[in-house]
C-alpha cells in the first residue's frame, strides 16, 4: 500500500517548501497538509482504514504541538503504530530525547530548508520505496 504523507506544520512557507521539494523529488505519494496536531489526528482518525500515513510533524505548533500530538498518538491504540518523521527547527536535545522517546522514524533539521531539504526529501523518498507497510486492518477498539 503507498503511504499518504501528512505535513503537520504551522508555517506555511515551509509546508510549500516541503511540497516543492516532493514535486521536484518526483515523490507521487497523495500528501495532506494540516496545521496542527489537532487537525494532524483528525485526518488520522478520518482515514484510519483507508490510508496508511508517514507524517512529517513540526514540534512548535499552537493548539497542539509536535510532543503533544506523539503523545496523543502514541496513547491510541488505532494510531501508535503510525510512522513519524520529526522536521523541525529545534536542535534541541531534549526536545530529541522526547521525539525519540515516543518512536519516530527520524528527526530532521529544517536549517537552510530552502536549500538542503530537498536531499532530506530524497531520503524519505527511498524509505517510501523501501519498507513494506500492512495493509489496511480494521482498527483495534477497546471493549
Aim: charged share 30%.
Amino acid at each position: 500500500m503507498k503511504a499518504t504523507i501528512l505535513i503537520i506544520d504551522d508555517d506555511i512557507v515551509d509546508t510549500k517548501v516541503m511540497l516543492k521539494a516532493l514535486k521536484q523529488s518526483k515523490i507521487s505519494n497523495e500528501v495532506i497538509c494540516t496545521g496542527n496536531g489537532e487537525e494532524g489526528i483528525e485526518v488520522l482518525r478520518k482515514h484510519i482504514n483507508d490510508k496508511s500515513f508517514v507524517v512529517l510533524l513540526d514540534l512548535n505548533m499552537p493548539r497542539m504541538d509536535g510532543h503533544e500530538f506523539l503523545e496523543a498518538i502514541r496513547a491510541d491504540d488505532n494510531l501508535k503504530s503510525t510512522i513519524v518523521f520529526v522536521v523541525t527547527t529545534s536542535n534541541d536535545d531534549i526536545d530529541k530525547w522526547k521525539a525519540y522517546q515516543k518512536n519516530i522514524s527520524g528527526y530532521i533539521l529544517k536549517e537552510n530548508i530552502a536549500e538542503d531539504f530537498i536531499k532530506k526529501i530524497i531520503m524519505l523518498d527511498y524509505f517510501l520505496l523501501a519498507v513494506e507497510l500492512p495493509p489496511k486492518i480494521k482498527p483495534i477498539t477497546k471493549s
